[in-house]
């Protein structure tokens, strides 16, 4: 199979990279690790709900700021590459059409919901991250790994491990670390421009999720919700909900936390586990992710998914 991806981007005249909706640092890294490695032929898409807005804080990967949006991609791609996207619906819109068009089309993942939806399949569950995935992919078909897909690569690792704290981290994951730092990037620099280089409104819109989060079952469960009326009124974009969810699963005694936010096509949900399965709430609704990490989007109002994913977190603790 390994060849035959290889053999596939070969031979294609135009190749597109798709990021999941709204990306995070292990789908970014990794589509700016395969541009490098591809070249001009190739384009990004990376897909934002909405307005086209990737997360600032990933600006620095190298071909990320020239990537297309929804709204300027043409459908004229021969092969379409998927990075850490667990499932089609993960593919909006325009993504999604040429995704479906396109005559080779190749999925490189590390969920373990990931079912294989693509003609040529690279899925390796429960491995730490994309990233991982995608530098073993290049050892084990004698790539030589520049200093531009290194950065990409190294990106997608650090971020989807949680800087290497996520029990998915292993001693491989950590020997690939150590082997894209000899290639000569600046791992410290890397780490401050993914997390040190927040804007004032991300700050205080973050305060007052966490401020304003609720606790029940004898704080077993904690959550906060996202109105429109709240991402308004701190010009909140996409990823500043990240590592909201985290924040919670951190309090003592949490077991389960959820981070829900109203979009125009349903309640987007992160779900955030201690060492419960995710994934058998996300499942109830579609979703997927990881066994201490997951998601979903419930086509319900706000108090209502609420409601809806509070019976089965509680459902989930009694099986414990």
């Not at 990279?17 to 990794?30: A, F, K, M, Q, S």
């Not at 709204?71 to 021969?78: H, P």
């Not at 670390?177 to 819109?205: H, M, R, V, W």
């Amino acid at each position: 199979m390994e060849r035959e991806i290889l053999n596939a981007i070969n031979n294609s005249l135009c190749p597109l990279i798709i990021t999941h909706v709204n990306p995070d640092g292990d789908t970014l890294g990794c589509a700016s690790a395969m541009k490098s490695f591809i070249g001009d032929k190739a384009d990004i898409l990376i897909q934002i709900e909405d307005n086209f807005n990737f997360p600032s804080s990933y600006a620095f990967l190298p071909y990320i700021n020239n990537a297309k949006n929804l709204l300027d991609v043409e459908d004229k791609y021969d092969l379409v590459i998927a990075l850490d996207i667990a499932s089609k619906d993960r593919m909006i819109g325009k993504a999604g059409e040429i995704f479906n068009k396109a005559e080779n089309t190749i999925a490189i993942d590390h969920h373990k919901t990931n079912k294989g939806y693509a003609k040529l399949n690279h899925i390796r569950g429960g491995i730490s991250s994309t990233g991982e995935v995608l530098y073993d992919l290049f050892q084990e078909l004698k790539i030589e790994i520049t200093k531009q897909m290194a950065i990409g690569l190294y990106a997608a690792i650090l971020t989807d491990t949680g800087c290497f704290k996520y029990e998915s981290t292993t001693s491989h994951t950590f020997e690939i670390a150590s082997k894209l730092s000899e290639i000569g990037i600046n791992t410290s620099q890397i780490a401050d421009l993914c997390y040190t280089n927040k804007p004032k409104n991300l700050i205080l819109f973050q305060n007052n999720l966490v401020s304003n989060a609720k606790f029940c079952i004898d704080d077993k469960i904690a959550y906060t919700l996202i109105s429109e009326e709240i991402l308004k009124k701190y010009n909140a974009k996409d990823e500043y909900t990240e590592g909201i969810c985290e924040t919670l699963r951190s309090v003592k005694n949490v077991e389960i936390a959820f981070v829900l936010k109203e979009t125009k096509n349903g309640v987007k949900v992160s779900i955030r586990t201690k060492e419960l399965d995710a994934t058998k709430i996300a499942q109830k609704f579609n979703g997927g992710g990881h066994k201490r990490a997951a998601g979903c989007t419930i086509k319900l109002k706000l108090n209502q998914a609420l409601e809806a994913l509070l019976k089965e977190a509680k459902a989930l603790l009694k099986e414990v």
